[in-house]
């Protein structure tokens, strides 16, 4: 992309060229960001960490609050927002970002965005977004969420509000109700995927503690830290920070993971099996953390895991996730097609899904799937958890796993395997209440919801994961 002028802003640049390229070539804002922070970095000695801290709430809240921007924008534009090139487009949902969300002078958020989209697109497109914003300016932020307000559609208000897609609204409301969750909560679920989520850190068994990442994690990069509530092995940073500065973290002892996402391991790796266990597979590994950690916990009990990673850039990310343990195979091939001679001990078949529970990392994904997208990924999965029972031997676990609520992902998938009557369920929800020293209050529902694990950002501060353990008979 070139740049025409030399009068703006470095970090509205910075972000609008990083909202471009997410929007244009559809990329993840958290995979472009740190790349285009550090080139800035290096070639504006001036760039500093409080550009950088702007860039990035710019980059994310206009990217978590598009939906509502573009209704708010909507009503001061004179053409449909989608016919306008990306560039007009990108600049002016930034500028209305600015303008309804952040400690910045309205006349600031207006004149210097206008200057980004002089650089990016030329006199006229400058003036067409001076014009939209200062209309926008006029009517101002009150007047704008009262509008939100008096929807009278109660899906189409919650998803303006909260800025989701209206078939997420009920989607989630559905997974809520199958939970026995209070309807009354929706709008708190939602809400909680506009939430920058807190960096949080594994400290892999046998290699560091998590009392001692802590205490490196305060030294080094001079924040607050607290224990986890869901995994021991977890370390909150309080105040953000960059992890790839600890020495933990680049060797490979330490990392950066979501609590929901170790709690899937350690209940595989703690869920009662009968006979042997030795042998342990990791069917879709990429990128590689909870390889990591399984194997972590299993390398005092004598544990091979196998990694396995359809796509070969996600299995080398996979070998550096496991840099630092030993007893771990990566192979590259179809999860639904591994050739072995031997079943397994345990079977972790974390799917691709939705990735509805993660949305507070990947707002984007939002605006990208569609409920027509379950039309591909249910039979995947169903394939994905055929094979692995296949690969687990009698008495042996699968842990299902999905970074989703949707039902049809999880619940649904469940049910269809019981009644195909070859596994029956481990009772997980204990397993996960009995680790933790809090109550981790997961929930009712049927039999089925009150044996497995649906975590929530607004109830655990994690992402929505769901972890269902299934016995092979």
């Known amino acids: 992309m070139s740049v025409k002028g030399g009068k703006t802003d470095p970090a509205r ?27 800035e970095q290096t070639r504006n ?111 189409t208000r919650l998803a303006t509000k909260h800025s989701h897609p209206g078939w997420i609204v009920s989607d989630i409301r559905e997974a809520l109700r199958a939970r026995g969750i209070d309807p009354n909560e929706l709008g708190d679920a939602l809400e909680a ?36 509530s869901i995994s021991e092995y977890a370390v909150v940073l309080d105040e953000g920070g ?8 680049r060797s490979g002892r ?19 099996v009968q006979g042997s ?38 299995a080398r990310l996979v070998e550096r996730s496991v840099q630092a343990v030993s007893n771990v195979t990566v192979t590259t091939s179809d999860g639904r097609d591994i050739k072995t001679d031997q079943l397994f001990d345990r079977v972790l078949v974390d799917a691709p899904c939705l990735g509805l529970g993660s949305l507070r990392r990947r707002p984007e994904s939002r605006w990208r799937h569609s409920r027509s997208d379950l039309d591909e990924l249910i039979p995947l999965q169903e394939e994905l958890l055929a094979s692995g029972m296949r690969l687990t031997r009698p008495g042996g676990v699968i842990a299902w796993v999905t970074c989703s609520p949707h039902t049809a992902e999880t619940l649904g998938q469940v049910q269809k395997v019981l009644d195909g009557g070859l596994v029956e369920l481990v ?14 209050d997961l929930q009712t529902g049927d039999d089925i919801a009150a044996q497995t694990v649906q975590l929530w950002p607004h109830r655990h501060g994690t992402d929505a994961m769901f972890v269902a353990l299934l016995r092979r008979m």
Not at 201 to 227: N, S, Y
Not at 242 to 249: F, R, Y
Not at 427 to 440: E, M, N, R, Y
Request: hydrophobic share 45%.
């Open 254 to 272: 330490a990392a950066v993971q979501d609590e929901g996402s170790q709690l899937a391991a350690i209940l595989l790796a703690q869920a009662p």
């Open 13 to 39: 640049m910075v972000a609008a060229e990083v909202l471009i390229e997410v929007e244009e070539g559809g990329r993840f804002a958290n995979l472009v960001l740190p790349k285009a922070l550090r080139t």
């Open 277 to 314: 266990d030795t042998r342990w597979l990791d069917m879709c590994a990429g990128p590689g953390g909870k390889s990591a950690l399984l194997a972590a916990l299993g390398s005092d009990r004598g544990v091979e895991l196998i990694a396995n990673e359809v796509n070969p850039r996600r």
């Open 193 to 228: 995927n506009n939430a920058a989520p807190r960096v949080t850190l594994v400290a892999r068994p046998g290699l560091i503690t998590a009392a001692e990442l802590a205490q490196e994690a305060e030294d080094v990069l001079g924040v607050t830290t607290r224990q986890g």
């Open 242 to 249: 960059d992890p790839g500065a600890l020495p933990s973290v």
């Open 45 to 155: 000695r001036r760039f500093d960490f409080r550009d950088s801290a702007f860039t990035s709430e710019l980059v994310y809240g206009t990217l978590r609050r598009q939906g509502l921007l573009d209704f708010a924008l909507a009503k001061h534009c004179s053409k449909p927002l989608l016919s306008l090139d990306i560039p007009v487009l990108v600049s002016l949902r930034m500028g209305a970002y600015q303008l309804l969300y952040m400690r910045v002078a309205d006349h600031a958020a207006v004149s210097e965005t206008v200057e980004v989209a002089r650089s990016l697109a030329g006199e006229g497109a400058s003036k067409f977004v001076n014009a939209v914003l200062r209309s926008l300016q006029r009517e101002g932020s009150e007047a704008v969420f009262a509008r939100v307000a008096a929807i009278g559609d109660e899906q």
């Open 427 to 440: 009772d997980a929800a204990a397993l996960a209440q009995a680790g933790s020293p809090d109550d981790l």
